[in-house]
C-alpha cells in the first residue's frame, strides 16, 4: 500500500507561484513514477506532469509547458510541483499519483495510476 498526502495548495494571484508537494509512505517510493493530475469544477480531470523514478525523465500537459516543473527527492519520498505564471485556468483540485508500473518512462494517462492523494485546492485570482 501507498499512501500519498498533497501539501501547497492555495490562494494566489495570477502570474503568481505555488509549490506543490506530496508525501509518500514506504520504502519503495523510488521505484515508482509520478503524476500530477487536476481537476477543474463541471471538467474531467487532466494530466499535468509526471516524472520517472530517476526523475531524468519527465512529461508535460502542453498548457503547463515551460510553466510548471516536477521533480522528486526520493531520499524524502516526495514529489514537488513548482507553478510559475500561474492563470486563472489553473483553478482546480491538484491530486499526486503513483504508477508502480511504469517507473521508467512516465505515462500521461490516469488509467497506470494505482495510488492516489486527496487533492489539494489551487485557486488563481484574476
Known amino acids: 500500500q501507498v499512501q500519498l498526502v498533497e501539501s501547497g495548495g492555495g490562494l494566489v494571484q495570477a502570474g503568481g507561484s505555488l509549490r506543490l508537494a506530496c508525501a509518500a509512505s514506504?520504502?519503495?517510493?523510488?521505484?515508482?513514477?509520478m503524476g500530477w493530475f487536476r481537476q477543474a469544477p463541471g471538467k474531467e480531470r487532466e494530466f499535468v506532469a509526471a516524472i520517472a523514478w530517476s526523475g531524468l525523465n519527465t512529461r508535460y500537459a502542453d498548457s503547463v509547458k515551460g510553466r510548471f516543473t516536477i521533480s522528486r527527492d526520493n531520499a524524502k519520498n516526495t514529489v514537488y510541483l513548482q507553478m510559475s505564471s500561474l492563470k486563472p485556468e489553473d483553478t482546480a483540485v491538484y491530486s499526486c499519483a503513483a504508477d508502480t508500473a511504469h517507473y521508467i518512462v512516465p505515462q500521461t494517462t490516469s488509467g497506470p495510476y494505482n495510488y492516489w492523494g486527496q487533492g489539494t485546492q489551487v485557486t488563481v485570482s484574476s
Open positions: 514506504g520504502r519503495a517510493f523510488m521505484r515508482y513514477a
